[in-house]
């Protein structure tokens, strides 16, 4: 657990370092104007490993890439905040612009690509351009991180990495001499954005890091969260929308997911916008809790919109 006597506030995020998260992170702390003292950025391998980290409270917090604008959720967080036993705490979001340079060694410019080495959802948020630049044979190889696929790539040998490219954030370009960036981003749209999660594993928050309320130029906006199980019948699921509409509630976003338990059974993800449990009183989150087998709330978090990388 954190040690209340250390001030360095331990930060956790999708590495290794270079990696999207990292660099969603930078900008935050540059546009909320933190002390670069008083905080520490730790990366881990993987988005399970930040998310049990977090629960154990081996950092304060966590930013955690929740929903990508072309490929939609990340299913580990959002299965992982939605969980019965779930012991995390939605704080914050934000909006990161996601550029994916395509690089190559130095050595090898001028050779064919075969092969491009990502995490996953970069792959996937690329996959149209890549085969438009390179051919639909090309092979779609995934790795751990962007951060790692191109350490990898910059460890080989001009005659291994023969072919081979690999799509990372600029940032990273400059940390390999020997590797050119030949394409700026390769996102299947310009408008790539992911948003990412501020959590914790403290039903309030701890840190002076976040302001309470936006600037005064901005209006403060919020927004909640929604796992939620339903009783089986026709029309459950136009019932419970129903109830958002007569507390005239918009939904930002809705989507099914299975519970693991058997088959056809399904939870629903919603995100409201505004403070769920501020409504009427709280009896709309009276009437939502009673029409639901399982119900787990996640805020009313603060919306920080977009962070523009720089």
């Known amino acids: 657990m954190n040690d209340p006597s250390i001030s ?3 930060i956790g995020y999708l590495g290794p370092e270079g990696s999207n998260s990292e660099q969603s992170l930078v900008q935050l702390s540059h546009r909320l104007q933190w002390d670069a003292t008083t905080y520490q950025l730790i990366p881990y391998p993987s988005l399970l490993a930040l998310v049990d980290a977090t629960e154990k409270g081996e950092v304060a917090f966590s930013t955690m890439p929740y929903e990508n ?4 959720s990340v299913v580990e967080v959002l299965e992982a905040l939605g969980q019965e036993e779930s012991t995390l705490s939605v704080h914050a979001e934000y909006l990161f612009p996601i ?3 395509f690089l190559q060694q130095s050595a090898t410019v001028n ?3 075969h092969t491009v080495w990502s995490h996953p959802m970069a792959l996937a948020q690329c996959k149209q351009k ?3 630049h390179f051919g639909i044979s090309l092979k779609l190889d995934p790795m751990p991180s962007t951060s790692e696929a191109v350490a990898r790539l910059a460890s080989l040998s001009p005659e291994e990495a023969s072919g081979i490219g690999v799509l990372a954030n600029p940032v990273l370009a400059s940390k390999y001499p ?11 749209t310009a408008d790539n954005l992911t948003r990412f999660l501020l959590v914790s594993n403290q039903p309030t928050w701890a840190t002076p890091l976040l302001p309470l309320t936006l600037p005064a130029e901005n209006q403060p906006h919020w927004k909640t969260s929604i796992s939620v ?3 089986e019948y026709p029309g459950v699921l136009m019932e419970y929308l129903q109830v958002f509409h007569r507390y005239w509630m918009n939904l930002s976003r809705i989507e099914s997911r299975p519970t693991r338990k058997r088959y056809g059974d399904y939870r629903f993800h919603i995100d409201v916008e505004g403070q769920v449990p501020e409504v009427a009183e709280g009896r709309l989150l009276m009437e939502l809790q009673a029409r639901s087998t399982y119900f787990n709330l ?4 603060l919306c920080l919109g977009r962070t523009d990388a720089t």
Do not use: N, V
Not at 178 to 188: G, M, P, V
Not at 298 to 301: E, I, K, L, T, V
């Open 130 to 132: 890549l085969r438009k």
């Open 99 to 101: 550029q994916h340079a």
């Open 111 to 113: 050779t064919p690509i």
């Open 8 to 10: 360095t506030i331990r």
């Open 298 to 301: 996640q805020g009313p978090y």
């Open 69 to 72: 604008a072309l490929e939609g």
């Open 178 to 188: 020997h590797l050119e960036q030949a394409y700026l981003d390769l996102s299947d």
């Open 229 to 231: 199980s339903l009783h």
